[in-house]
């Protein structure tokens, strides 16, 4: 022991969760190391937002977390979530000077960079003096009694052996494996006898089976405003979002959305033109039009869409004047409520969470601490918290590492 480094905290993960703990138990005058198995820090901040990070969402609503936010218990996250507001990360970026805008619905991203909130973490670390290994492995989690030298956790790593007052993992989920997510949080949590609920890829596309889905494979690159939902009564959930037709399925931020709420076996339900009263539109010009139904529906609806949708019956495939009411009345209901069952999502390859994690019933939602561990810790997507597309997922990150990082004892 003697000869073990010894750190107030070891936190595992060199994510946006991970970084910001460790920045912020640094800054309290703890001694702090961080590990992580891969050479670069944030891989996950550093791809997100199209290389410019969604880093929060200004709409979230700290007093109902249930909104955005996925899991058996949704409103654990609102003690953390109301100490870390956005608004308490959007002046940690103002204070670094970084430029942000807002996209649309809340969501802010850096103007320049992803890089930017990267180095803007990684100089919160310098700041607390953290101390960082890079790339470094865990092979070994021991739990000790705390005893004279006051050390909880003894780890060996492939650069030796290391002893800790309190270990906060932060490892994410099993998404986005080309980056370096592994099970190691899951299985450290078992380890500690810590429940874990079922783990499954979130905010994924979909995909369909190849022979049903070949009329629809044409329109892959077609983006368009859709309203999709899934469940019915009480369990529906709905989104107002762009639809993305792929060649094996759907994408874009409306199935992002929607997967995180779907269950397998059940079906879609997607508005193809959510402002727009097709029925209406299709009688009048059956009143003074004798062009192609196809062509009178792309006024409304992307062209490609229309030449696809009339293929699938022959009394849409004429004039618009020659059409029975039926038909148009059909086509119009078809749009509105196109009914189709995913046979799969894109895993988690192309997932940008993983659902599920760390049963929160085994953590204090004011610490993020193991009940039953003491000096144990659990942050950011490794926990069973997963918010909607849009920054969400960061500021949980954000809002989850300070909470931690605050309730970190020191000597």
Known sequence: ?????????????????????????????????????????????????????????????????H???????????????????????IALVEKHGIAYHEKHK??????????????????????????????????????????????????????????????????????IPKIGATD????????????LVERRPGLVPMTFDGAGWEPYAQLAGLALPVEISTGVKKERMAFLEDLLFTHRGLSGPAVLQISSYWQPGTPLSINLAPTENLSETLQEAKARSKKLIANELAGKVPSRLADAWVQQSTDWQRPVNEASDKALAQLAERFARWELVPTGTEGYKKAEVTLGGVDTKALSQ??????????????????????????????WAWASAHACAHALPQD
């Open 1 to 65: 022991m003697s000869s073990s480094p010894f750190f107030d905290a070891i936190i595992i993960g060199a994510g946006a969760a991970g970084l910001f703990c460790a920045a912020q138990a640094g800054q309290r005058g703890l001694k702090v190391l961080l590990i992580d198995h891969a050479d670069k820090v944030a891989e996950k901040v550093r791809i997100s937002g199209g290389g410019r990070a969604n880093f929060t969402n200004r709409d979230l609503d700290v007093r109902a977390p």
């Open 67 to 89: 909104k955005h936010f996925v899991g058996q218990n949704p409103q654990f996250c609102r003690s953390a979530l109301s100490k870390f507001t956005p608004q308490d990360f």
């Open 106 to 175: 809340g969501q802010l991203f850096a103007d320049r960079s992803a890089e930017d909130i990267i180095n803007m973490l990684l100089a919160e670390c310098a700041d607390g003096k953290v101390e960082r290994w890079q790339p470094c492995t865990v092979s070994r989690i021991d739990g000790l009694d705390g005893g004279a030298t006051g050390a909880r956790y003894e780890l060996e790593t492939s650069r030796g052996t290391v002893h800790a007052r309190s270990l906060v993992i932060a490892t994410g989920g099993l998404s």
């Open 184 to 195: 190691f949080g899951y299985r450290i949590a078992t380890q500690f006898q810590l429940p």
């Open 366 to 395: 004011q610490t993020m601490e193991a009940k039953a561990q003491p000096g144990l810790f659990f942050i950011g997507e490794v926990v069973d918290i997963t918010g909607w597309l849009g920054g969400y997922n960061f500021q």
